[in-house]
């Protein structure tokens, strides 16, 4: 959002605040323009703490815009109203002349503005139209980055003396800011040849990075303004906020924290061989430059990915300081910052690390230069395979710090869907009051997290719960067709996490554990529920558990009929599962629940329930055991899959249900039990 300019009238202020709407409505789907005639289309809850906006800064552009159409009422009714007031009926002539002005100089002021506004359109009109000719190809582009550039504040300078290369001439377009420099070279056919980013502070100097020139020259070659706008937005911000916030140095606190972050990432390599659980259980794989300038931490993999990733060379890679092509597939965090209404305290050059070592305690903080200004923090959350990390946070008290309204922010690469208690914790993690916050209710005509996981294959409201016109169907080798409903028992809501402001480095493992769940649960559900697997039907499809309908179809029907319940998602879902019937068994099911816990997201586990047909029998574990349901799981991450194990197990034995007065234990040594490569095989069937 711009940034606010001081106004002195208040149809400026009015102005003002209509362009900041503009800037909302481009930015939130749901304030655009729609067609009348059309059925309105069913959209996510993005007005929360985690989404596009930065709802801090909407309430502080908003308050600015308000405040500034307040005090100018407040000061005509001061300063003229009140001489009014002293000079009694006299005064009546002066006053309405005044009055008249005013309303004349408002009127032209907003004339003024309207006719701005139109020869904008109209400008925009005309170089839309011109893009169409091949000799203005060039100058397009020009303008279309200069535009770019305006917008995040860099100045563009235009080398009209233009060189040649093999012959092609080429125009430079020079975007300077304070700290960084860019150059873009175009040829006369608009196609940019290369970019160049170029640090001017010296402290910077030995950061040029070709990547990063690499990254921008690519996004304008391919025409993906959007992300140029993303990366070079990242670096325009960064040399804002050094002039703005001089001497602190935001360049250099993300130097900083790479190398923290690394730190804590080559820590956990040593303690944890395997790089993939480093990536799914630890802090995530930070990176530089990768798609990003800055900071990006890899923090989640699929399944199919990560079992064919070869890990001892992405390893390496990572020991030469460069990136493996295969992190470019995992989702991150890119880390970078923005406005935040209260006052945030960055560590000082004395002490630029936010990172303990292992032998530093708290008598050696205190013993250092002004030791008393900081203090310990310890994360409350950690891997498994760790201690927690310890990091040193700055009081406000210290003499060489500024307080300063700017947070670090995680931007989710991609967005990840999310239920309402995701973000709730998210919230108390980061320190987000309900006070600041408060919680939207979601509206019936926003989409259910369910909704959400299949919005690009099925975007119809309430559509997907109990729907005979539709099923989910999954068809593996050797195995039955397997059909899916998902039925409705409690609407999960559900909102898209764009990013997630943080305001200190020890709570970013617990956000990371948060989003963690979060994707195992999505990943699971849309095992199921994907593009792959819906069929529409042209009649009803009826589709029923009762004793007497699958006993009557099982000559013909040899699906196995599953029901799908989300039960406080991302935490279970509760499957029931009726295979074909046999001879022994005319009527089955079987209830078992997927649970992601917590404290170990990526490893989801399987419940069985007791057999509700006969209470003195129990499930014969030679058969359904849920150790090994767990680990086919935990291998592939996909529901159909465990499926299709489950059913061959039951297909090569007539007894699921053992007595239940037997004293149930673990399978012994001499009973089958599943190998990591079977569990393989099954996935490279899949």
């Known amino acids: ?94 006053f309405r002349k005044h009055f008249t002005h005013l309303k004349e100089q408002a009127a032209l002021e907003t004339t003024v503005m309207r006719l701005k506004d139109t020869l904008k359109n109209t400008n925009e009109h005309l170089l839309n139209s011109l893009k169409e000719k091949e000799e203005s190809k060039s100058k397009i582009e020009t303008q279309r980055i200069e535009e770019l550039a305006r917008s995040l504040k860099l100045v ?26 860019v150059d873009i070279d175009v040829d006369d056919t608009g196609h940019v040849q290369r970019t160049k980013v170029t640090y001017v502070s010296e402290t910077l100097e030995n950061d040029q990075d070709d990547r990063v020139d690499l990254m921008l020259a ?8 959007d992300l140029f706008k993303r990366n070079l937005g990242s670096l325009a911000l960064m040399d804002q906020l050094n002039v703005k916030y001089a001497p602190t140095d935001f360049f250099q606190i993300t130097k900083n924290l790479l190398d923290d972050l690394r730190s804590i990432c080559e820590l956990e390599m040593s303690m944890e061989s395997d790089l993939s659980i480093v990536l799914l259980e630890g802090h995530g794989i930070p990176c530089l430059h990768l798609d990003y300038p800055g900071i990006s931490i890899n923090y989640w993999m699929d399944k199919y990915t990560t079992i064919n990733t070869h890990w001892d060379e992405v390893n390496h890679y990572i020991q030469r300081d460069e990136t493996h092509p295969i992190l470019s597939k995992a989702h991150k965090l890119l880390i970078s910052f923005e406005d935040f209404s209260q006052p945030i305290y960055y560590l000082p050059p004395s002490r630029s690390h936010y990172l303990l070592n292992y032998d530093d305690t708290e008598e050696s903080v205190k013993d250092d230069i002004d030791g008393d200004h900081y203090k310990i923090t310890t994360e409350t959350t ?49 320190g987000l009051s309900k006070q600041e916050y408060t919680t939207v209710t979601t509206s019936t005509e926003c989409l259910s997290l369910e909704e959400l996981l299949v919005m690009d294959v099925h975007n119809h409201k309430n559509d997907i719960y109990n729907n005979d016109h539709i099923e989910w169907a999954s068809t593996l080798p050797d195995s039955p067709t397997q059909v ?63 004793l007497n309908d699958i006993i009557a179809e099982a000559t013909e029907d040899r699906k196995i009929r599953l029901q799908i319940v989300v039960i406080d998602a991302p935490s279970t879902i509760h499957i029931t599962m009726a295979p074909p019937p046999s001879d022994n068994y005319p009527f089955m099911m079987l209830p078992f629940s997927v649970d992601i816990p917590a404290d170990n997201p990526t490893q989801p586990r399987v419940h069985l329930h007791s057999p509700n047909t006969f209470k003195s029998l129990r499930w014969n574990t030679q058969i359904l055991e849920e150790d090994k349901m767990t680990q086919v799981l935990q291998t592939a991450h996909d529901i159909p899959l465990l499926i299709r194990w489950i059913y061959r197990r039951m297909r090569s034995s007539d007894s699921y249900l053992v007595e239940s007065y037997n004293k149930k234990g673990r399978s012994d040594d001499n009973e089958w039990s599943i190998s990591s490569k079977k569990i393989k095989m099954e996935l490279d069937d899949y």
């Open 218 to 225: 690519k996004n304008l070659q391919t025409r993906n303004f």
């Open 382 to 430: 950690y891997p498994k395979f760790m201690s927690p990390m310890r990091f040193i946070k700055v009081l406000p008290t210290h003499p060489d710090i500024q307080p300063i309204p700017i947070r670090f922010v995680a931007t989710l690469d991609p967005p990840l869907p999310a239920s309402d208690d995701v973000c709730q914790r998210l919230m108390n993690i980061v």
């Open 1 to 94: 959002m711009k940034t606010t300019e001081a106004h002195n009238s208040i149809s400026s202020a009015v102005f003002a605040l209509q362009d900041s709407l503009k800037g909302l409505q481009q930015q939130w789907t749901s304030l655009k323009k729609t067609d009348t005639s059309t059925p309105k289309e069913v959209l996510p809850n993005e007005l929360h703490a985690f989404g596009m906006v930065n709802l801090d800064k909407v309430r502080e552009d908003f308050s600015h815009h308000i405040n500034l159409i307040r005090n100018v009422c407040s000061q005509f009714e001061t300063e003229v109203l009140g001489d009014v007031m002293k000079m009694g009926a006299g005064a009546d002539p002066a």
């Open 484 to 546: 899916y409903k998902l039925i409705n028992s409690k609407v999960t809501n559900g909102k898209v996490l764009s990013r997630v402001p943080f305001h200190h480095p020890v709570q970013l493992y617990s956000i990371l554990r948060c989003l963690r769940q979060q994707q195992t649960f999505n990943t699971l559900f849309q095992s199921i529920f994907n593009a792959s697997s819906i069929k529409t039907k042209t009649e009803p499809l009826v589709i029923s558990l009762s």
């Open 156 to 181: 563009p300078f235009v080398d009209s003396s233009q060189k040649f290369e093999s012959g092609i001439p080429i125009t430079t377009i020079t975007l300077g800011g304070t700290v960084i420099v």
